[in-house]
């Protein structure tokens, strides 16, 4: 296939810094973003949505959730179990 296209300015300098990062012509810059787009997007499907960018990138760093509660239950959580039996369980 033969392409001919005019990229704006940010799109150009990105896929420069493709091309550059990768070493490799052109050609297949082009087709490793082409497959990455293809494969986001069957993902996507799969899940009968694509997942929101914050989720993405909360789960590129390795986020693993959170809850609401108190602010100092990072510092104070060992008020909080019930350690008599072991079990952890909640004491309230």
Same mark, same amino acid.
């Given at each position: 296939m033969h392409l001919e296209l005019d990229l704006d300015p940010?799109?150009?300098?990105r896929l %420069? #810094? /493709? +091309? *550059? +990062? /990768? +070493?490799?012509p052109l050609e297949d810059v082009l087709c490793v973003a082409i497959d990455a787009a293809f494969h986001d997007l069957e993902k996507g *499907?799969? +899940?009968g949505q %694509?997942? *929101?960018a914050l989720f993405e990138a909360l789960d #590129?760093?390795?986020f693993v959730g959170c809850i609401d509660d108190d602010e100092h239950l990072a510092t104070d959580y060992k008020s909080r179990l019930d350690f008599s039996s072991k079990t952890g369980s909640f004491r309230k």
């Open positions: 940010v799109h150009g300098e %420069r #810094a /493709l +091309q *550059s +990062q /990768l +070493q490799k *499907s799969n +899940q %694509r997942p *929101s #590129a760093i390795g």
